[in-house]
């Protein structure tokens, strides 16, 4: 069955940095675009990134856009967060997702699986 975990997670200070990890199994990894998604208390569920299956096109949110950036790494079946300059606002519970297909739109209703989720604190 479908799997992904997430890691590294924690608390950090305003403007520093953090890098999240999603491991997957269960399906063929490479196959599949993935996302990553936060919710803060209170909030909607907000898509943060996606990529695509080989890695080559990725899309942002505005919000993150210049501060976030995706990153897979297939041969480990990896998804990776990494987050700079981070703010307060950041902080979020944040969620590895997998697509449905190939194809990659930052959509709730796109993604099948999730991951149990990971909580990012920053303080000011």
């Known amino acids: 069955q479908v799997q992904l975990v997430e890691s590294g997670g924690g608390s950090v200070q305003a403007g520093g940095s953090l890098r999240l990890s999603c491991t997957a199994s269960?399906?063929?990894?490479?196959?599949?675009?993935m996302g990553w998604f936060r919710q803060a208390p209170g909030k909607e569920r907000e898509g943060v990134a996606t990529i695509s299956p080989g890695g080559g096109g990725i899309y942002i949110a505005n919000s993150v856009l210049g501060r976030f950036t995706i990153s897979r790494d297939n041969a480990k079946s990896t998804l990776y967060l990494q987050m700079s300059s981070l703010k307060p606002e950041d902080t979020a519970m944040y969620y590895c997702a997998k697509a449905v297909s190939s194809w990659c739109r930052l959509a709730r209703e796109v993604f099948d699986f999730w991951g149990q989720g990971a909580q990012v604190t920053v303080s000011s």
């Open positions: 269960g399906y063929t990894y490479s196959n599949y675009c």
